[in-house]
Nanobody, 114 residues
Framework: VHLVESGGGLVQPGASLRLSCKDS????????LAWYRQAAGMERELVAS???????TYAECVRDRFTVSRDNRQSTMYLQMNNLKPEDTAVYLC?????????WGQGTQVTASS
């Protein structure tokens, strides 16, 4: 199993980014997926999740700005991030879970700074 995130970068506040998390090795559609983030010196926090049935949840601080989606045929999960704020700066990690089995990607850095 190998989850690989991409799409991070340095942007100005107010800009948009789209993160991708591509899998190799999972039966992708059988896993509940999520994006987490971890800022420097802070605990990891859940940003958004999408279930096998495509139901979604969001942290209150990103609701109405971020959208999570998945394409099971491409074995890829996405996070569309609009109107980025400096407080969104963090390493973003994708997570897959099925029962007691869970996997993490290595993360991609997102920095929103002027």
């Amino acid at each position: 199993v190998h989850l690989v995130e991409s799409g991070g970068g340095l942007v100005q506040p107010g800009a948009s980014l789209r993160l991708s998390c591509k899998d190799s090795g999972l039966t992708f559609s059988a896993y509940n997926l999520a994006w987490y983030r971890q800022a420097a010196g802070m605990e990891r926090e859940l940003v958004a999740s999408i279930s096998m049935a495509q139901s979604t949840t969001y942290a209150e601080c990103v609701r109405d700005r971020f959208t999570v989606s998945r394409d099971n045929r491409q074995s890829t999960m996405y996070l569309q991030m609009n109107n980025l704020k400096p407080e969104d700066t963090a390493v973003y990690l994708c997570h897959a879970r099925r029962g007691s089995r869970e996997f993490w990607g290595q993360g991609t850095q997102v920095t929103a700074s002027s």
